[in-house]
């Protein structure tokens, strides 16, 4: 590669561009989930998922020609730290107010998040263009974010139940288990209606059961779970 051929510039294109900001709202989420605040950090989360979305949509609309796979790379390093280490934050933020035998265990399920979630983009990295399947090897990083963030906006979190369920979508994301992607402009849109509405629920300031965040924990989990069956069969 030639020398002039190294600047940022001759790599970054519009769909990087929205990496970084999937990456920026993920490094808002941990600053915000280390000085107390889980809701705002549930919620920077999720936007974050939002502009994970939409960066690969982008890329195919503008028919991008991703010579050097950086735009993979930027994507997966921004999962990094909005899908796997700002959850684990948000997680240990949780558990500095719960009694101390679950403030113990909870940086260990923390880390455990962060380590499944590297290996498993790391994983995508390696695999992604040499295996013939139109959806994913192991359960998607996005989908223990939105599990975590939905599940603390719900009003009916339990920390017990969550550690399980951390420890249970880490070991998803490292398995064998096929998840399909949502291509589905109606299932999207509808999932997209969802976001939005929590987002408006939180930012009205409106107190107790958020059915929207509720509803959207209800149906990842059951993405989790039909698609974890379909393996065993």
Not at 7 to 28: C, E, K, T
Not at 170 to 189: A, E, H, Q, R, T
Not at 202 to 226: C, E, K, M, S
Request: hydrophobic fraction near 55%; charge should be neutral.
């Amino acid at each position: 590669m030639e020398f002039e051929k190294k600047g940022i510039r001759f790599f970054l294109a519009l769909p990087d561009v929205i990496s970084l900001l999937n990456l920026s709202f993920g490094f808002l989420a941990i600053l915000v989930a280390f000085n107390g605040n889980v809701n705002l950090s549930s919620v920077l989360i999720i936007i974050s998922i939002v502009f994970d979305s939409i960066d690969g949509w982008v890329a195919r609309k503008i028919g991008r020609n991703d010579e050097y796979d950086f735009g993979k790379n930027i994507d997966s390093l921004s999962d990094v730290v909005s899908f796997g280490i700002a959850p684990g934050v948000l997680l240990y933020s949780i558990g500095n107010s719960h009694p101390p035998e679950i403030s113990l265990f909870v940086p260990i399920v923390s880390l455990f998040m962060v380590i499944c979630g590297v290996l498993r983009l790391t994983r995508f990295n390696v695999i992604c263009n040499k295996v013939d399947y139109d959806g994913f090897i192991g359960l998607p990083i996005p989908t223990i974010a939105i599990l975590l963030s939905t599940f603390v906006l719900s009003g009916f979190f339990n920390i017990y139940i969550c550690l399980v369920l951390m420890i249970v979508t880490g070991l998803l994301m490292i398995s064998n288990v096929k998840y399909p992607k949502f291509d589905n402009i109606k299932i999207i849109s509808f999932g997209a209606l969802l976001i939005l509405l929590i987002i408006i629920f939180y930012l009205l300031n409106l107190a107790g059961l958020n059915i929207f965040a509720t509803i959207l924990f209800a149906l990842t989990v059951i993405y989790v779970v039909i698609n974890f069956i379909k393996a065993l069969n």
